[in-house]
């Protein structure tokens, strides 16, 4: 069992940049993603993380303005948005998985990942 917990939400201005932190109650899991839900729409991806090697996924709807890392301790996935817009607005999500195999086709599928965080919610002012 491992804890995921979301911080970094809140009031944003359009245009301004935000990141968001995710923390790990251990070290472990091999793929890791981020989330988003708005009100009324399903779970989208929006970037994703393989400690097995290989560069970051994003999706393409938010490619060119996101960026996912991992800290060295491996506890800690981060996100930044750069030049939020209001169709950012929504719940963030971190989530988690041991098994990754093949994880390069499904990393878009929340049914992907066993673990999830409680969400962090942004809200984009204009």
């Known amino acids: 069992q491992i804890d995921l917990v979301e911080s970094g939400g809140g009031s944003v201005q359009a245009g301004s940049s935000l990141t968001l932190s995710c923390a790990f109650s251990?070290?472990?899991?091999?793929?890791m993603a981020w989330f988003r839900q708005a009100p009324g729409q399903e779970r989208e991806a929006i970037a994703g993380f393989y400690t097995g090697g290989g560069p970051p996924y994003y999706s393409d709807s938010m490619k060119g303005r996101v960026t996912i890392t991992r800290d060295t301790s491996g506890r800690t996935l981060t996100l930044r948005i750069d030049k939020v817009q209001r169709d950012d607005t929504a719940t963030y999500f971190c989530a988690a998985e041991y098994l990754c195999a093949n994880i390069q086709s499904r990393w878009t599928s929340p049914h992907t990942y066993t673990f999830w965080g409680r969400g962090t919610q942004v809200t984009v002012n204009q």
């Open positions: 251990q070290r472990g899991p091999n793929c």
